[in-house]
């Protein structure tokens, strides 16, 4: 559990090391996530309608 | 003369319209109906080149008019709901503008041109005391100055008074007694001969 | 070729392929990203000098060469479209933009965690840094220009014009600020301490590098999907895409 | 060439639209020294560097009307419609802006140089680096207005558009004018604007009359 404590703790630099990937794991999830939801949402909405309506209005 | 192949166009995410085709031959007016919205005023800006159609072409003399840029814009005269016009310059000073920007010279002087549309007494005037009637005026007297064989004219009759629009509809029918084209949506019955007055009318 | 090509840049293809693939580039990107952090942060032995700080580097980097990979791709996606008229190219054109203003963004969040415990401030006006920042700018604007137009078809040529634009500008601006900085070199902190690379640093960086592309490519197919959606919700093949799907 | 003579006389009937910028110019210099110091020594180490962000502020300022109210009362289209080039178009145009815009700058900047205690031997350096550079700023402006002109809220668009490209001529052209107030030799520097001069008149006319036509769409 040493080990891992010391992992953890970056020689010190844990809130700047941890901090970076932190970031870029939030930034880059939400890159994948939002694209996710946006074309499950428009998947839904365009099957949902009627067969011959022209189209759907903007979101 | 003028020829436009499955023409189909879109504004924003919507189709105005879809598979046009159409053939326009000299000596021929063509007016363009629909309801408001319904791409009157695209289908014009697409035929003078000024929008890209998402489908289609459009031949000039069999030409793409995309291949042949300059031959074609000197072919072609557009008159849209804007008239083109500069509220600092003269009436006077706008016109030869347009003459000098045009590759030919023109039949009639800029003067002659305002005169035909009764506009002698404001040749001298800036712009932007013309009212709106006499700002079309200006604007219109353009079809006199260059021998452009193809009139694009989007509501050519907006807020002109009723020896204007006398003086416009016998233009017209100058102009295609001469061999030329035109194109042109009005919501006005313009009195020409069966022979020579094509229509077309825009669905949604 | 041509055929594939053609073939390939229909939307309807694509989306079907796409749809395809993506999970496939997802769980590609996801193991290179474990080995690449396994290696990066615990494989690799500590700086030196820098001590576990410079383990920021296996983010930094490769978002900085992402940052400017995904620029070029976009300015050159947009050329395509703007010269052939191919809707596939703008819709990548349009979805790299965000991507890559992420990877910008996390290019200079990172040099700035990095540089305060070396320089001992948040941020300096080094060279690479102050890059970073202006194509960050480069990307606001193309991104903006994007939004802002009614008919996305406009609006995806009149970006695709200004990424080209910022492609002929992005080498002078990178010499320009390279030549200010060495002239006020005395002001700044020298720059960013690349720590002699060892092997069992470069192998994780290079993972790293090449996880970030998987994840480019993963992110750019499923929003490309989507715009495709959006863009072309009236055509026929959308509807047949969408019964298949279910 | 009739497009130039009529953006002149044009200018010339809307002088207030032309003065504006030039007095914001002054205006913008004239803060500095009121919000930093008034001390020679600390003016004189600005002095180039803030005339040439107001030069930068106040060409952005100009800029929109290059292209906005021939958008919008329709000349444009008649512009693009005509057999002219459209690249020799904007040429004229980018030409009519500097004549009015760019050149006053360099008329009055000898005497916000004077204001900010700018050594006279940087006065040449600056009327150069004015010269070579402001017309830059025309050219690559006229890329931005003409991707923005279409678009209702265009303005503040512009300046982040703008201003990123605008870098590389504001660092050479404020560090040869810091640098020859030094008594330091500024070829370099100068080299270096004329090559972007260049550049940029033989790309920009090519991007921006391929963005108006865009524009119009």
Redesign the interface.
């Known amino acids: 559990m040493d080990n891992l404590a010391e992992f953890f703790h970056m020689g010190g630099y844990a809130f700047y090391v941890w901090g970076s990937y932190g970031l870029a794991a939030v930034m880059l999830s939400y890159n994948i996530i939002g694209p996710l939801w946006r074309l499950r949402g428009l998947q839904r909405r365009l099957s949902l309608r009627p067969a011959n309506s022209p189209g759907v209005s903007k979101p | 003369m003028l020829r436009a192949v499955d023409l189909g166009c879109e504004r924003g995410d919507r189709i105005l319209f879809s598979g046009l085709n159409l053939h326009l031959h000299a000596g021929e007016v063509l007016q363009v109906h629909g309801a408001n919205g319904c791409g009157k005023t695209t289908l014009l800006r697409a035929l003078?080149?000024?929008?890209?159609p998402a489908t289609g072409e459009i031949l000039w003399q069999e030409k793409d008019i995309r291949d042949d840029e300059?031959t074609f814009?000197?072919d072609?005269?557009?008159i849209?709901?804007?008239?083109?016009?500069?509220?600092?310059?003269s009436a006077l000073?706008n016109l030869r503008?347009?003459v000098?920007?045009?590759?030919k010279s023109p039949e009639l002087s800029a003067e002659q041109a305002l005169a035909h549309f009764g506009l002698t007494a404001q040749t001298h005037l800036?712009a932007y005391v013309l009212s709106a009637g006499q700002r079309r005026r200006v604007a219109l007297a353009r079809l006199l100055l260059n021998a452009a064989r193809l009139w694009v004219l989007d509501e050519p009759f907006t807020a002109l008074d009723q020896s204007s629009i006398g003086v416009m509809e016998a233009m017209l029918h100058q102009h295609a007694s001469n061999g030329g084209c035109v194109v042109i949506t009005s919501h006005h019955a313009i009195p020409l001969e069966p022979g020579i007055h094509r229509e077309l009318h825009l669905t949604t | 070729m041509w055929y594939w090509l053609h073939r390939f840049s229909s939307p309807a293809y694509f989306y079907r392929f796409a749809g395809k693939a993506t999970p496939w580039l997802a769980a590609i990107t996801g193991l290179l990203l474990l080995a690449g952090l396994y290696g990066g942060l615990v494989l690799a032995p500590a700086d030196y000098q820098q001590g576990d700080s410079y383990r920021i580097i296996f983010i930094h980097v490769p978002s900085a060469w992402m940052s400017l990979f995904i620029y070029v791709v976009m300015a050159a996606a947009g050329g395509i479209g703007?010269i052939w008229h191919i809707k596939l190219a703008e819709v990548v054109a349009a979805c790299s933009a965000p991507i890559g203003a992420s990877f910008t963004f996390i290019a200079l969040a990172t040099g700035s965690l990095w540089g305060k415990p070396m320089w001992g401030t948040w941020w300096v006006w080094d060279a690479r840094l102050t890059s970073e920042l202006?194509l960050l700018?480069?990307y606001?604007?193309v991104i903006?220009?994007q939004s802002?137009?009614e008919?996305k078809r406009?609006a995806s040529?009149?970006s695709a014009?200004?990424a080209?634009?910022?492609m002929?500008?992005i080498p002078?601006?990178h010499?320009?600020?390279e030549?200010?900085n060495t002239?006020h070199q005395g002001a700044t902190v020298s720059k960013m301490g690349a720590p002699s690379i060892h092997t069992s640093m470069l192998v994780p960086l290079l993972i790293m590098a090449l996880a970030c592309k998987f994840y480019y490519a993963t992110s750019l197919l499923m929003r490309a999907r989507a715009e495709l959606l959006e863009r072309e919700h009236n055509s026929n093949w959308i509807r047949d895409a969408l019964k298949n799907h279910g | 060439m009739?497009?130039l003579s009529?953006d002149l006389?044009?200018a010339l009937?809307?002088r207030s639209e032309v003065v504006n910028p030039l007095l914001f110019f002054v205006i913008v210099v004239t803060l500095f020294p009121l919000a930093i110091s008034p001390s020679q020594a600390v003016l004189q180490t600005l002095a180039p560097g803030i005339i040439w962000v107001a030069a930068l502020l106040s060409t952005l300022l100009s800029l929109e009307r290059m292209f906005r109210s021939d958008f919008?009362?329709?000349?444009l289209?008649?512009?693009?419609?005509?057999?002219?080039?459209p690249t020799i178009l904007v040429l004229a145009k980018v030409l009519a802006h500097w004549l009015v815009s760019g050149l006053p700058l360099l008329l009055i900047a000898p005497l916000l140089g004077v204001f900010l205690a700018l050594p006279t031997e940087a006065m040449p350096t600056l009327l150069i680096t004015l010269a070579l550079g402001t017309p830059v700023l025309s050219m690559?402006g006229a890329?931005g207005v003409a991707?923005?002109v279409?678009?209702r809220?265009?303005g503040a668009?512009l300046s982040?558009?703008v201003?990123?490209?605008y870098?590389?001529v504001l660092?050479?052209a404020a560090?040869a004018v810091a640098a020859a107030a030094d008594g330091l030799i500024v070829t370099g520097q100068l080299y270096f604007l004329g090559g972007?001069l260049l550049?940029s008149c033989s790309?920009a006319p090519l991007?921006a009359a391929?963005?108006l036509k865009?524009?119009?769409?």
């Open positions: 003078c080149g000024l929008t890209r300059s814009s000197d072609v005269i557009h849209g709901h804007h008239d083109g016009i500069k509220q600092e310059l000073e503008f347009a000098a920007l045009s590759a800036p | 703007l202006i700018f480069l606001f604007g903006a220009l802002a137009g008919d406009t040529r009149a014009i200004l080209l634009v910022g002929i500008n002078i601006i010499f320009s600020v030549w200010w002239l | 009739a497009v009529r006389l044009l009937r809307r919008e009362d329709g000349s289209e008649q512009l693009l419609l005509s057999p002219c080039p690559v890329i991707l923005t279409g678009l809220r265009g668009l982040l558009l201003l990123p490209l870098l590389p660092i050479f560090n972007l550049l790309l991007a391929a963005a865009i524009s119009i769409h």
